[in-house]
């Protein structure tokens, strides 16, 4: 068995659906779907398709799709999320994201020298990157120019206009199995664009400054209210500052600091013109940047710790304060119509001795707080009412917080008290 024969056969290969779906991240699961999709596909075309659209020359047949297999660099391993074989023994690598900006120029440079440290040379290898992204990223571009057709892009979209314009001429069989595929990057958060009709492109067409004119009126007003209310916020209290700003449809948010609570991202406020939802919460805990995973690992453990020994009480008697969690915008929420960041509150959570640490919508983000229904007429009061809420939260959860361990710092104060 020569070298080559070796590498094919430690290699993973997808033979059902169950080995597509077993692996835990979404880009491994939908790669490796598309992993299977490919080999059950009988025409060349789709697979030269592909690779046109990437901006790739193979001429080469393909012979298999593999995933996971991990290529030697100088630190250790990398392991792309596919590899295709092709014959002659050429490869193309596929490392693939699911959502917007992901991309990761250290991990495709190592996948493309353990690549050529593999597979013979540069002369034997292609790379993909399969992505959530519109466009090129621009570092990857970068990366493009100094290797000429031997690095392509594709967008997740792109692949699934190509597969829909492809399956006319597959048959019912393959055409099941690409609906089916197209389902499932729907699951996870990327969906088919439906192209308009002739008449629906002709009152786009018409309407379309209309519109923007329309969507940029209702920004200014949503931003100037909910920063109206963050400032009354920080006007009212001593120890808070803004920590983080991000504004858009269709959940605008606020982010505050807090002097005297256990974790820097504080407190949000935030306003959902989908959900049509207004409120404001404090962070119990959340996935962050700025924290080490063994430290975010031990602010869960301490916050969970003061939940019980003393938060707990004084959530359950207040109806009125609810629990949520935060989803990102690859994430699928049911009930959510469109894939976009968001709080979502967790029904049959108020007025319950409720244990986070217990309940799997709170795995990794906690919060809770006061939310309102969204009414367009009472925009100009809620920084009053919003203002009280948060009082609220800092009298019961925030004031004489002596088990966080930020308790050494001056006493938090509301000014004018």
């Not at 609810?322 to 709080?343: G, R, S």
């Amino acid at each position: 068995m020569n070298a080559n024969e070796r590498r094919c056969e430690n290699m993973t290969k997808i033979k059902s659906l169950y080995d597509a779906i077993k692996y835990k991240k979404p880009e491994n699961q939908c790669t490796n779907f598309l992993a299977y999709l490919l080999e059950k596909l009988p025409n060349k075309k789709i697979i030269d398709d592909i690779c046109k659209n990437s901006g790739l020359t193979i001429n080469e047949y393909m012979l298999s799709v593999n995933v996971q297999y991990p290529l030697k660099v100088k630190d250790g391993i990398s392991i792309p999320d596919a590899i295709m074989i092709f014959s002659n023994r050429k490869y193309l690598i596929i490392e693939a994201k699911m959502s917007k900006g992901d991309f990761k120029k250290s991990q495709f440079i190592n996948h493309f020298n353990g690549g050529k440290e593999e597979f013979g040379g540069k002369e034997n290898i292609w790379m993909l990157f399969l992505s959530g992204d519109d466009d090129v990223p621009g570092e990857l571009n970068e990366f493009k120019k100094m290797h000429p057709e031997r690095i392509g892009f594709l967008s997740w979209h792109s692949l699934l206009t190509l597969l829909d314009e492809s399956k006319a001429s597959l048959g019912e069989r393959y055409e099941i199995i690409i609906e089916e595929f197209s389902k499932f990057l729907s699951h996870n958060g990327i969906r088919r664009v439906i192209p308009m009709d002739n008449e629906e492109l002709k009152n786009f067409i018409e309407n379309y400054s209309k519109e923007e004119e329309k969507k940029r009126g209702a920004f200014e007003k949503f931003s100037k209210t909910i920063n109206k209310i963050q400032e009354k916020i920080i006007t009212d209290f001593e120890d808070v500052e803004p920590k983080h700003d991000l504004t858009d449809f269709p959940c605008f948010y606020r982010c505050l600091k807090i002097a005297d609570w256990h974790f820097d991202y504080s407190s949000y406020i935030f306003l959902d013109i989908i959900s049509k939802k207004i409120g404001v919460v404090l962070t119990g805990y959340e996935d962050s940047d700025e924290y080490s995973k063994g430290q975010l690992k031990e602010i869960k453990e301490e916050f969970l710790g003061n939940w019980d020994e003393k938060y707990k009480d004084k959530y359950k008697v207040d109806s009125e304060l609810c629990a949520l969690t935060w989803f990102q915008e690859y994430e699928d929420d049911d009930e959510y119509p469109i894939k976009a960041t968001h709080f979502k509150i967790i029904e049959g959570t108020s007025g319950k001795p409720i244990k986070p640490g217990n309940l799997p919508a709170f795995e990794d983000r906690f919060y809770f707080g006061y939310v309102h229904e969204l009414e367009i007429e009472k925009l100009n009061t809620y920084p009053e009412i919003i203002a009280k809420d948060f009082n609220k939260l800092f009298n019961n959860f925030i004031k004489n917080n002596k088990l966080t361990r930020k308790s050494k710092k001056a006493t938090f104060t509301r000014k004018g008290n």
